[in-house]
């Protein structure tokens, strides 16, 4: 059978194949789809009987298995407290002596099911999957009525985690019957090792005591086993062990899975299960002699490029509408070079776990918080459901880490916090009590899993207690700010130290790897919708600086509802990183790349015109692909002169690519042009058959002195500051970076007076040019409103929405949607040229917006840019302003606003400049 089957007649269901591909059996029954729904506002349910004969009254119709609160569910309602579902089946497995189960993904937060009016079982907790046997209770060749009583008050004890963006109330994973014989494999866990040892720990539930053989077979039959056992009745714990030979390994470069099947035979039938398994080892080791440890897969480094899913979806919430829309979150992943994803404060739904290891991701997975004070209750809760988290996951390949707990959620203790003196009371109320119950947690996941690496809490309050892994997170935009934070993180991190520990625990030699970054925090009130790819740019190069990181978590892989820091919008379009305007070629990609040439310095630096600038770069590899081998670093010096790309230098460089870590190369000596220009310094580094390796770039901001600057340009240039107009007519008008970008919208125009040189300067003028950068202006409501933005509190960060167009550091980056604006050109009133601008981009090309930013924790109008234009003024208007030597230059918008870049603003160094011969 192939792993994923769907049931039969179930094609117009909702997520209609197996819920389980990596245990799964034949014999099975979707109930996805329309069920009978109704609340319980005054919980009237049990004592009305609504398990029984009452059900036939439930007056709406819900989508299973979408939360009652998401959209698809047809419900739609963020109703707290309980929900009762019903549905009629008549269904019976081919072998009337085969045991019946009900089985749930998940249902949020306790469940209680009724079989023809018979209790069945009840369950608690909102994200581990459970099942009822239901054998007793079921009627052959009749129909059969479920009921299912799903209450969610939101208590403080409940592991609810960050649900904020759309609540899981009541069932929100698939539900379906499955068929078993009188005897069956409960579970069976693969503990895998590089040599191709498979250790199993299988249980096994048998009606009687007897002999009974449990076979394994995968690879088409290539990998065989068989146990001879005498089982006892009830439960039986099994071990056995089966080796394969010549182990193909499991990465995300390599994602080899073992598919077949384990089958038991006996007294009791024969159970047949699906299933598969990948061989990898995932470990820490120190190399050479660093006193640091190194994350490892296969025994080997692995560099860590990664990203924090909220894993939510506009319209299903944390349910996925279709196993396709799994498949391909992964696969974007895959397609940014990303190795691993942080699955944030929730686990994931198996089957997107399946596709994680299918296509090849690794998975840092999260245990989910609670909201209330660390008492009793809160902990046996949390226990009980990460235990069944744990199981439940154990065997996907993909997952490498477990965490614990994040950001100290759930464990500071608010009700004692008045009653403790300053002493006993430490910051954020996270009391030694509870930091030792976290080591206890710690220690306990290890001994569940001591096959991966488990973190006691990824922080941002400096506060580990014991763990495998040494995180931090940090959301700080500047480049010198993250350039000394992540400095100092690194300088404090050595085995000792109380660095990042809490309640006089000290670091030991653990991987040092960051959980969480970016620039959505690192801004005042939060960066809003604004561009990311400058700030990710050397963020990364900061990262790849330092051979003690082993990795980190951007912030985020998708928008969601208050944060657009993600990779792709919400919906999944692309955002326009632009790096490919540097680099011919270049993508995100590039900086994700295991091998890597690391520019250590600024973004943008400002230079003298024709001098020589020394570049320091730094060589970072992760991966043996290339060790033993010559490979090259080609380089090549451009800019760009008023519209043509004029390369100035190249070179290349040839490099002896051995060892694993980071080391410095010799550095680049690059002349700079003899003219204003933004100056890139492109690198790629090839490989020995002329494969591109990785690309990178930094920029240089080159100035001349000259006030209306120097060109490469024939004749002279009078150049006129954007904010120089004389005159405008837009209804809202405002200018920003300093005065260097003059913003206009909706429809108006902006005045200049110009003057030309004069007779004795110029005898004649024979030809003249107009040239400005201008993009379109996309109004926000800020612009048009005004208005005091209110800062986000702590709701926020349940996922509250934003009053994103309000937020002053709003400014879209550039992705699929489209501004466009036209604008006419006319010299004293007469037009000489249209041009359509087709957007207001934002993004790592408006090089100049970025550099010249005034705050780095307030953006203004950050990597916005626009087009260069230019507009040749006919010959009969030159004629008679070579008599005037002066006009006006009107520049007027239709409809889509105008942005007009000056000097230090957009890409392109000039002012509005009229270039004359």
């Not at 994350?295 to 979806?313: F, R, W």
């Amino acid at each position: 059978m192939t792993i994923g089957t769907v049931s039969k007649g179930s094609k117009q269901l909702p997520r209609p194949e197996y819920p389980r591909p990596d245990w799964q059996r034949d014999e099975w029954l979707n109930l996805n789809g329309e069920w009978a729904f109704r609340f319980d506002p005054e919980d009237l349910g049990r004592t009305k009987r609504w398990f029984g004969e009452a059900a036939s009254s439930f007056e709406a119709a819900i989508a299973v298995p979408f939360s009652w609160a998401s959209p698809l569910s047809g419900i739609g309602s963020d109703e707290k407290g309980i929900g009762w579902y019903r549905r009629d089946v008549e269904w019976e497995p081919a072998n009337e002596k085969d045991r019946l189960f009900l089985r749930f993904g998940a249902v949020d937060y306790t469940c209680d099911v009724w079989i023809n009016e018979i209790h069945i079982g009840t369950h608690s907790g909102g994200y581990g999957a459970f099942e009822f046997d239901v054998t007793d209770a079921w009627k052959a060749n009749a129909a059969n009525r479920i009921v299912v009583r799903a209450e969610d008050f939101d208590h403080d004890y409940q592991a609810r985690g960050k649900q904020g963006y759309g609540e899981i109330r009541g069932i929100w994973q698939p539900v379906w019957l499955e068929a078993r014989p009188q005897s069956y494999l409960l579970g069976a866990k693969f503990t895998t090792r590089m040599d191709g040892r498979i250790d199993v720990a299988a249980t096994i539930v048998s009606h009687q005591a007897g002999a009974s053989t449990l076979s394994f077979a995968f690879a088409e039959g290539a990998v065989r086993h068989r146990v001879e056992l005498e089982l006892a009745e009830g439960e039986n714990e099994v071990r056995t062990s089966f080796t394969v030979a010549e182990p193909l390994l499991w990465s995300p470069e390599t994602p080899h899975l073992y598919f077949g099947e384990l089958r038991l035979d006996g007294a009791g039938g024969c159970d047949l299960v699906h299933t598969y398994f990948g061989i990898r080892e995932i470990g820490t080791a120190l190399f050479g002699d660093r006193g640091y440890r190194w994350i490892t897969l296969n025994g080997k480094p692995v560099y860590l490029n990664g990203t924090l899913d909220q894993s939510y979806h506009p319209t299903g919430y944390f349910t996925y509408p279709s196993d396709e829309e799994m498949q391909d979150e992964i696969s974007l992943m895959k397609r940014l070079g990303l190795n691993f994803v942080r699955i944030h404060i929730k686990p994931e739904e198996p089957r997107k776990l399946y596709w994680a290891d299918k296509l090849g991701i690794l998975v840092m997975e999260d245990m989910p918080c609670f909201w209330g004070n660390p008492d009793e209750g809160a902990r046996a809760a949390y226990e009980r459901e990460a235990k069944e988290i744990i199981d439940r996951d154990f065997n996907h390949p993909s997952i490498f880490s477990w965490v614990m707990f994040n950001e100290t959620w759930g464990l500071k203790t608010n009700s004692q916090a008045s009653s403790l003196t300053s002493d006993q009371l430490h910051p954020n109320h996270y009391l030694p009590g509870t930091q030792e119950w976290v080591r206890t947690i710690y220690r306990w996941a290890k001994g569940l899993d001591p096959t991966r690496i488990v973190e006691d809490n990824s922080p941002c309050n400096w506060d580990h207690v014991e763990t495998d892994i040494n995180t931090w997170h940090f959301y700080i935009n500047g480049y010198e700010e993250v350039r000394k934070h992540v400095a100092e993180v690194v300088e404090k991190t050595f085995p000792g130290s109380a660095f990042n520990y809490i309640g006089g625990n000290a670091q030991s030699d653990a991987p040092l790897m960051n959980s969480e970054c970016g620039n959505v925090w690192g801004i005042d009130g939060g960066a809003g919708d604004s561009d990311l790819a400058w700030h990710y740019r050397y963020m990364l190069n900061e990262f790849r600086r330092h051979d003690k990181m082993c990795g980190f978590v951007f912030t985020e892989f998708r928008d969601v509802v208050n944060e657009f820091n993600g990779y792709y919008r919400l919906d999944g379009q692309d955002k326009k990183f632009g790096y490919e305007w540097f680099v011919p070629g270049m993508t995100i990609a590039d900086l994700h790349s295991p091998d890597f040439i690391v520019i250590d310095a600024p973004p943008c630096a400002t230079a003298e015109a024709g001098s020589t600038v020394s570049v320091p770069l730094l060589r970072s590899s992760f991966s043996d692909r290339y060790f033993g081998q010559r490979l090259s670093l080609a380089w090549e010096l451009w800019y760009d002169n008023l519209g043509d790309r004029i390369v100035a230098a190249q070179g290349s460089v040839a490099l002896d690519w051995n060892g694993y870590g980071v080391s410095p190369l010799a550095p680049l000596q690059v002349a700079l042009p003899n003219q204003d220009a933004v100056a890139v310094l492109a690198i790629r580094l090839l490989a020995p058959n002329g494969e591109t390796v990785t690309r990178n770039f930094t920029t240089f901001d080159v100035r001349s002195g000259a006030p209306h600057g120097t060109y490469d340009a024939d004749g002279g240039i009078v150049g006129v500051p954007v904010a120089g107009f004389s005159e405008h007519s837009f209804p809202y008008q405002w200018n920003a970076i300093q005065g260097q970008k003059a913003n206009g919208g909706a429809s108006g125009r902006f005045v200049y007076d110009i003057e030309l040189p004069g007779v004795d300067e110029q005898a004649a003028i024979g030809e003249i040019e107009i040239m400005f950068e201008a993009g379109a202006k996309r109004l926000l409501t800020r612009n048009t409103e005004g208005g005091e933005y209110k800062r986000p509190d702590l709701s926020f960060m349940h996922g509250a929405k934003s009053d994103t167009e309000r937020n002053p550091n709003t400014y879209y980056m550039t992705d699929a949607e489209r501004h466009e604006s036209t604008v006419i050109v006319r010299i004293d009133g007469v037009p000489i040229e249209t041009f359509v601008l087709p957007d207001d981009p934002a993004d790592s090309r408006g090089v100049l917006s970025w550099h010249y930013q005034p705050e780095s924790r307030k953006l203004d109008e950050a990597g916005s840019y626009g087009y260069l234009c230019k507009a040749v003024v006919p010959s009969a208007i030159a004629l008679q302003l070579n008599r005037s030597r002066k006009f006006t230059l009107q520049l007027e918008a239709k409809d889509g606003g105008l942005a007009l870049y000056g000097r230090n603003a957009g890409r392109y160094p000039i002012d509005i400049a009229v270039r004359y011969r």
